[in-house]
Structure formats: structure tokens, C-alpha cells
């Protein structure tokens, strides 16, 4: 787990709020003050301030008299999420995989249900064996703990009643009141670090973050004999989130201006 203390606000969700502040804007035909924007996106005004110059300095948005506007001159365009399944693709998972020395997942909870939808292809690091279903074995791996954290308890609880957390090894947290032990005593936005509970011989890290509504992983995994690079490895997995979910959740285009809405 990263040893710098928690900020409040993780990257992940300085990002969602840039982009819900994009779409207002884009929403608004281009233009708009900082109170507009911050209405739109229910953000306290503060925030919209501080996110705001974040994406001036970047060249996303520039500072005019009427407030802020879009800095692309033919407008930015910022889509709709595409489907959770859509995001990562193929050669994204396998070039993270390279950059961070280990294998690279990418899974979401939808329909009730725990889904892998990318998994690298590095012949250097290849992903953990699945002896026993990944999506009915979240309590045992970093990402399926990565994505009960983030469900309510009436949805955590409705999953663990569907898939009771047995034990995989003799280090898997087994059990209802231990997981939820496990889960409740996790910081906000920080990785889960998992030491051999789903297989003996790998170690993983998984750090949450949200896909439009739904909740999503990024996870790593390792042999165990590198298991004292997890720490690092997981936090360099937190620090390329937040531009994998920028990129992957928006671009610049050219777009037919639109009049703003009353």
C-alpha cells in the first residue's frame, strides 16, 4: 500500500470531476463561468476552481471574459462513456503490462456479477492461472476485493450470499464478518494488496475506480518471489490510472457548435 498519507480526494476522482466539468462545459455550447460549471456538475465551487486551472495549464480549456471556454477552436467534444467493456483495449492492457513488469487486468462489476474484460498478453509476465473462476472468487484476489469495496451493503451482501467467500489457501481471508472486517478497514483509494489468497505463488494489487456508474478495477499481478516489489509496482498502478482513465474517457474532436441552454 502507497506510505503517503491519503489526500481526501484521489487522482481517479480529480479526473471523473475534469471530465464531468468537460461535459457541462461542452454541454453549455463552449462556454461558461465557474458558477454555471459548478452547478451543472453538483461540485463545491472551490473544486471547480482548483480542477478548472488544472485544465487550463493542460490546453484544455482557456480562461476568458466570460469565464471558461473550450480551448480547441473547433470545440471539445467529450462523448458519452463508452460501454465499461470498451475502455481497455487489448493493446493498452499489454503495453501497461510491459511498462509496469507485471501481468495487467482490467474488471468491473455488472449485472451482479464480476467481469474480467482485458487481460495482458506478455509472454515476460504472464497472468495468474485461472484454477478456480475468477468472478466467483472475487474475495480471494485484489481485484474482486478492489470491486466489493466499492458496492453498497446491500449489494456486497447479496454477492456474498451468491458466492460465499470459501478458502482457496491457507492465506485466503475466509468467511462474511472477515471480509467485511477486511473491506471496512481499507482506506478510500488505495490499492488492495493480496498475498497469495487466491493461488500459492502470486501475489496481487488491484486499485479501485469508476467507470460511468459502474465500479471497476486496474489490477497487477507478480510471482510471489517478487512479492517485495508489490508496494511499488501497485503504486506506480495508481499514479498511470489517472491518465489511463483520462485518455480512455475522452478526446479532443472537431464539433458543430451548438447554442448554450438557457
Same mark, same amino acid.
Given at each position: 500500500?502507497?506510505?503517503?498519507?491519503? /489526500?481526501?480526494?484521489?487522482?481517479i476522482?480529480?479526473v471523473?470531476?475534469?471530465?464531468?466539468?468537460?461535459?457541462?462545459?461542452?454541454?453549455r455550447?463552449?462556454?461558461?463561468?465557474?458558477?454555471?460549471l459548478a452547478? +451543472?456538475t453538483?461540485?463545491?465551487?472551490? /473544486?471547480?476552481?482548483?480542477?478548472?486551472?488544472?485544465?487550463?495549464? =493542460?490546453?484544455?480549456?482557456?480562461?476568458?471574459?466570460?469565464?471558461?471556454?473550450?480551448?480547441?477552436?473547433?470545440?471539445?467534444?467529450?462523448?458519452?462513456? *463508452?460501454?465499461?467493456?470498451?475502455?481497455?483495449?487489448?493493446?493498452? *492492457?499489454?503495453?501497461? $503490462?510491459?511498462?509496469?513488469?507485471?501481468?495487467?487486468?482490467?474488471?468491473? %462489476?455488472?449485472?451482479? =456479477?464480476?467481469?474480467?474484460?482485458?487481460?495482458?498478453?506478455?509472454?515476460?509476465? @504472464? @497472468?495468474?492461472?485461472?484454477?478456480?473462476?475468477?468472478?466467483?472468487?472475487?474475495?480471494?484476489?485484489?481485484?474482486?476485493?478492489?470491486?466489493? *469495496?466499492?458496492l453498497? +451493503? =446491500?449489494?456486497?451482501?447479496?454477492?456474498l +450470499?451468491?458466492?460465499?467467500?470459501t @478458502?482457496l489457501?491457507?492465506?485466503?481471508?475466509?468467511?462474511?464478518?472477515?471480509?467485511?472486517?477486511?473491506? !471496512?478497514?481499507?482506506?478510500?483509494?488505495?490499492?488492495?494488496?493480496? %498475498? =497469495?489468497? %487466491?493461488?500459492?505463488?502470486?501475489?496481487?494489487? !488491484?486499485?479501485?475506480?469508476?467507470?460511468?456508474? $459502474?465500479? !471497476?478495477?486496474?489490477?497487477?499481478?507478480?510471482?510471489?518471489?517478487? /512479492?517485495?516489489?508489490?508496494?511499488?509496482?501497485?503504486?506506480?498502478?495508481?499514479?498511470?490510472?489517472?491518465?489511463?482513465?483520462?485518455?480512455?474517457?475522452? !478526446?479532443?474532436v472537431?464539433?458543430?457548435?451548438?447554442?448554450?441552454e @438557457?
Amino acid at each position: 500500500m502507497p506510505d503517503r498519507p491519503p /489526500t481526501g480526494q484521489t487522482l481517479i476522482q480529480s479526473v471523473q470531476r475534469a471530465v464531468h466539468l468537460l461535459r457541462a462545459l461542452n454541454h453549455r455550447g463552449g462556454s461558461a463561468s465557474a458558477k454555471q460549471l459548478a452547478r +451543472d456538475t453538483d461540485l463545491p465551487l472551490p /473544486t471547480a476552481y482548483h480542477l478548472l486551472r488544472t485544465l487550463c495549464h =493542460e490546453g484544455l480549456v482557456s480562461k476568458d471574459r466570460h469565464g471558461y471556454a473550450l480551448a480547441d477552436p473547433a470545440g471539445l467534444a467529450v462523448p458519452q462513456p *463508452a460501454a465499461p467493456e470498451g475502455l481497455p483495449t487489448q493493446e493498452w *492492457a499489454d503495453a501497461l $503490462s510491459v511498462e509496469l513488469g507485471a501481468a495487467v487486468y482490467f474488471v468491473i %462489476y455488472r449485472e451482479g =456479477e464480476i467481469r474480467v474484460t482485458a487481460v495482458s498478453r506478455n509472454p515476460d509476465c @504472464p @497472468p495468474v492461472t485461472e484454477w478456480a473462476e475468477f468472478g466467483l472468487t472475487g474475495h480471494a484476489h485484489a481485484a474482486g476485493q478492489a470491486l466489493l *469495496a466499492q458496492l453498497g +451493503d =446491500e449489494e456486497r451482501a447479496d454477492h456474498l +450470499d451468491r458466492h460465499p467467500a470459501t @478458502p482457496l489457501t491457507r492465506h485466503t481471508v475466509a468467511g462474511r464478518t472477515a471480509i467485511e472486517r477486511r473491506l !471496512a478497514s481499507q482506506r478510500r483509494g488505495q490499492p488492495l494488496l493480496e %498475498y =497469495e489468497e %487466491y493461488a500459492l505463488g502470486s501475489v496481487c494489487a !488491484a486499485v479501485p475506480i469508476t467507470v460511468g456508474s $459502474s465500479a !471497476a478495477a486496474l489490477a497487477v499481478s507478480l510471482p510471489s518471489s517478487r /512479492t517485495a516489489d508489490l508496494k511499488r509496482v501497485a503504486r506506480r498502478l495508481q499514479n498511470r490510472a489517472e491518465s489511463v482513465l483520462l485518455d480512455r474517457t475522452f !478526446a479532443i474532436v472537431p464539433r458543430a457548435p451548438h447554442p448554450p441552454e @438557457p
